[in-house]
């Protein structure tokens, strides 16, 4: 998660060493000053991180399987996530490190952390093991004061940090890929199974001027607000034509006591769509599925188009509505294969993956 100038260089490393099939995600564009810290060239200005970066891990090891999008980590698929043995976190910004504790955690995932303190020159790599739910995790770090602060404590591209209205650090090229290459050799570790050698709970500091390592315990945060939570996560072979939410429910239910539809709440990675109206017209029909954002959902009586838009979205299935779609095959709730669909109840969750 993130390309820049310490994934980048995390990235191709790791393809290099031979991993067999990485997957890398990074929203961003290449400004005009990236180049002076990225893995980039001058001419890559305005290009996409992750097609440059992806380019660059596929070249170096032809044999390496390298998928890369231009995403959020937030929009990264869950069926692509499950699928992880190490998520490398290398982006500069304090939501990554809040979706980690979130969605690292619930899956139970080891978290590989790379960063850079730039004024210090310090190269930094953590390391979380999430199987644990009650292990130190990445939002733990978080002081109050790293709230406001962490945006610019993390940056390595003067580009991305003028866009958000923050002064750039004077983060060297060197001191990003020094961290670029320390996550890498933690990768690694955790790949192999060394785990005696691994960080785990804790973390490494490498001063650049002084030659100086320090090495730093952690400390789960009981006021942590990243829910600690760990998910249940099942695979749906069967076709989405002939699986309902009925049919999902009961194999959540082992656990706990699931009485009726009330107690549960149903959401996917889509948005649900409750309602849309005629932008002819201004009729309103209710659509109940899911749905992303500006998709035509259907044709009016009037002849014009009923586009799915704020109004009728939520992020949860309504009561009134869950009702009524509880024994709609999921392929109508406009799931595809590929998606995931969550049933909460209580604290649990568990997520099916339509596979
Ligand atoms: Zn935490
Ligand atoms: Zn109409």
């Not at 959401?267 to 500006?294: D, K, M, N």
């Amino acid at each position: 998660m993130g390309l820049g100038a310490v994934g980048g260089v995390t990235f191709t490393q790791l393809a290099k060493l031979g991993v067999g099939r990485l997957f890398g995600f990074d929203p961003d564009r290449y400004g005009d000053e990236s180049w002076v810290t990225q893995p980039a060239l001058p001419e890559q200005t305005g290009q996409l991180k992750a097609h440059v970066q992806g380019r660059l891990a596929a070249q170096a090891n032809p044999w390496a399987e390298v998928t890369t999008a231009p995403a959020f980590a937030q929009d990264v698929p869950l069926g692509v996530l499950t699928q992880a043995d190490v998520i490398v976190l290398a982006g500069d910004n304090l939501e990554l490190l809040v979706w980690a504790g979130e969605f690292a955690a619930g899956l139970g995932k080891v978290v590989v952390q790379g960063a850079v303190f730039g004024a210090n020159q310090h190269a930094i790599v953590r390391g979380f093991n999430l199987s644990d739910h009650n292990a130190a995790c990445p939002t733990c770090q978080l002081s109050e004061d790293d709230w406001s602060r962490m945006t610019s404590r993390l940056g390595c591209d003067p580009a991305t940090l003028r866009l958000q209205g923050i002064t750039p650090t004077q983060t060297l090229p060197h001191v990003c890929a020094t961290a670029g290459q320390m996550t890498a050799a933690e990768v690694v570790k955790w790949l192999l199974g060394q785990h005696d050698m691994v960080l785990s709970g804790s973390e490494v500091q490498y001063n650049l001027l002084a030659h100086r390592a320090l090495r730093t315990v952690l400390p789960r945060k009981a006021a942590c607000r990243a829910p600690h939570r760990r998910w249940h996560v099942v695979e749906v072979q069967q076709e989405l034509t002939h699986v309902n939410l009925a049919d999902l429910a009961p194999r959540t239910c082992v656990a706990h006591d699931c009485d009726g539809l009330s107690s549960w709440q149903v959401h996917a990675e889509l948005p649900w769509l409750t309602r849309a109206a005629c932008w002819s017209c201004g009729q309103v029909y209710p659509i109940r599925r899911f749905s992303r954002l500006g998709r035509k959902v259907a044709t009016c009586a009037c002849g014009g188009a009923v586009w799915s838009d704020l109004d009728g979205r939520r992020s949860i299935i309504p009561n009134d509505d869950l009702a009524a779609v509880w024994k709609t095959p999921l392929k109508k709730l406009g799931l595809r294969k590929g998606d995931s669909v969550a049933l909460s109840s209580n604290e649990d969750r568990t997520w099916f993956v339509l596979s």
